[in-house]
């Protein structure tokens, strides 16, 4: 059974600082490029970061400079650090996994909230 359970979530100031974290069991980690996806109320789902098994990496236009992604292979673990918020920033956050090779293997975690005050 595949699982990615995100946390870190929370309220926080802008201009403050947050961390998000994802865990996955049940697939290759090694093996999927993970993702990081937000989706605000009223907006569609859109990708925040990307990183490859080998670490390639790729940002959203919006957060460049302030979200850095970064992955630990034998933790299984991905994370979002998330600097100089901005109220657009407040959204549901969704960690994503999609194999390197087999493109119908996609999954989702459950999200996580995250609410930058002005």
């Known amino acids: 059974q595949v699982q990615l359970v995100e946390s870190g979530g929370g309220l926080v100031q802008a201009g403050g600082s947050l961390r998000l974290s994802c865990t996955a069991s049940?697939?290759?980690?090694?093996?999927?490029?993970m993702n990081w996806y937000r989706q605000a109320p009223g907006k569609q789902r859109e990708l925040v970061a990307s990183?490859?098994?080998?670490?390639?990496?790729n940002y959203a236009d919006s957060v460049k400079g302030r979200f850095t992604i970064s992955r630990d292979n034998g933790k299984n673990t991905v994370s979002l650090q998330m600097n100089r918020r901005k109220p657009e920033d407040t959204a549901v956050y969704y960690c994503?996994?999609?194999?390197?090779?087999?493109?119908?293997?996609?999954?989702w975690g459950q999200g996580t909230q995250v609410t930058v005050s002005s």
């Open positions: 994503n996994a999609k194999h390197s090779l087999l493109t119908t293997s996609i999954y």
């Open positions: 049940g697939i290759i980690f090694r093996m999927n490029v």
């Open positions: 990183i490859s098994s080998g670490g390639s990496i």
